[in-house]
């Protein structure tokens, strides 16, 4: 039975939730500043802090930490085959190791960001304040990729080790780690338009699977078959052609615009099926 003084409202969460968020947009819009910006400054910083009060945040931390840690070891610095790499070559198999690491992170990340407000109701919560969808959105997007980048950047000690004990430039590293960030903020794009699709968090980690793993096997699809289908798969995929210059500490600028188109269709796709769902 509801305590005294606590509106219940038919979702049955107390009418002080409910108004919380809108009270605080409006509150924040109301001061002059740029509404929209406020909107998203305050979605981002209630997720970001989920993050940090949440034990998922830090298990997929720790398992990247783990894994990114024991394949640079085996894989960079003592490869099993007996290869001598040169400090480059090193650097590049991390960088191959660390994208995959980061791109299966992201997806740990993403799927909770609307599938878990809809199962516990507080959706709704968001949808009767003076919110629009792409601000949601984009504030839960912008939290997942601080996060993910803090993940990112607790990496740094790896090619740091390489940079110390070898001749490697400081270029090289920026630019692959500029490329973990644009591919990290590419599959939490697909996430959050899985995650959008269902209230279900593993229907939405099993959706962001298959769309990440088929963008990134577009690329072997690619040498298997010739053009033209070939040229279109290898201009498709998330990783191969347009990663491999990252690794290599080559910039190219049409890699980087792959990368935020790709994040660009899948934020505005899931602002759509957010528009259809609120009329549902």
Same mark, same amino acid.
């Given at each position: 039975?509801?305590?005294?003084?606590?509106?219940?409202?038919?979702?049955?969460?107390?009418?002080?939730?409910?108004?919380?968020?809108?009270?605080?947009?409006?509150?924040?819009?109301?001061?002059?500043?740029?509404?929209?910006?406020?909107?998203? &400054?305050?979605?981002?910083?209630?997720?970001?802090?989920?993050?940090?009060?949440?034990?998922?945040?830090?298990?997929?931390?720790?398992?990247?930490?783990?894994?990114?840690?024991?394949?640079?070891?085996?894989?960079?610095?003592?490869?099993?085959?007996?290869?001598?790499?040169?400090?480059? /070559?090193?650097?590049?198999?991390?960088?191959?190791?660390?994208?995959?690491?980061?791109? *299966?992170?992201?997806?740990?990340?993403?799927?909770?960001?609307?599938?878990?407000?809809? /199962?516990?109701?507080?959706?709704?919560?968001?949808?009767?304040?003076?919110?629009?969808?792409?601000? !949601?959105?984009?504030?839960?997007?912008?939290?997942? =990729?601080?996060? =993910?980048?803090?993940?990112?950047?607790?990496? =740094?000690?790896?090619?740091?080790? *390489?940079?110390?004990?070898?001749?490697?430039?400081? &270029?090289?590293?920026?630019?692959?780690?500029?490329?973990?960030?644009?591919?990290?903020?590419?599959?939490?794009?697909?996430?959050?338009?899985?995650?959008?699709?269902?209230?279900?968090?593993?229907?939405?980690?099993?959706?962001?699977?298959? *769309?990440?793993?088929?963008?990134?096997?577009?690329?072997?699809?690619?040498?298997?078959?010739?053009?033209?289908?070939?040229?279109?798969?290898?201009?498709?995929? !998330?990783?191969?052609?347009?990663?491999?210059?990252?690794?290599?500490?080559? =910039?190219?600028?049409?890699?980087?615009?792959?990368?935020?188109?790709?994040?660009?269709?899948?934020?505005?796709?899931?602002?759509?099926?957010?528009?259809?769902?609120?009329?549902?």
């Amino acid at each position: 039975m509801p305590r005294p003084g606590r509106v219940r409202t038919r979702r049955g969460f107390p009418e002080s939730r409910r108004t919380r968020i809108g009270a605080r947009i409006r509150w924040a819009g109301g001061q002059g500043g740029d509404v929209a910006l406020a909107a998203t &400054g305050i979605i981002f910083r209630r997720e970001f802090n989920a993050y940090l009060r949440s034990p998922m945040g830090y298990i997929v931390a720790a398992v990247v930490l783990l894994i990114d840690g024991i394949l640079f070891y085996v894989m960079a610095l003592n490869p099993p085959d007996g290869e001598l790499l040169l400090s480059g /070559q090193a650097l590049g198999r991390f960088l191959y190791i660390a994208s995959g690491m980061t791109a *299966i992170a992201a997806v740990a990340l993403s799927i909770r960001l609307v599938a878990e407000e809809r /199962q516990t109701g507080t959706l709704l919560l968001l949808d009767t304040s003076p919110v629009r969808d792409w601000e !949601i959105l984009l504030g839960k997007f912008l939290s997942a =990729l601080a996060f =993910l980048s803090l993940i990112t950047v607790a990496t =740094l000690y790896m090619p740091m080790l *390489i940079l110390v004990n070898g001749k490697i430039s400081v &270029g090289h590293i920026l630019i692959g780690y500029l490329g973990l960030t644009l591919i990290g903020g590419t599959v939490l794009a697909i996430g959050l338009f899985a995650t959008a699709l269902t209230r279900h968090q593993l229907v939405a980690a099993a959706v962001a699977s298959l *769309i990440t793993g088929t963008l990134f096997l577009l690329w072997p699809l690619a040498q298997m078959v010739g053009p033209p289908f070939g040229r279109f798969f290898a201009a498709l995929t !998330i990783h191969g052609r347009h990663w491999v210059g990252f690794e290599v500490g080559t =910039l190219h600028l049409r890699d980087v615009v792959y990368y935020l188109a790709m994040t660009y269709f899948f934020l505005f796709a899931a602002t759509k099926v957010m528009e259809a769902k609120r009329w549902e």
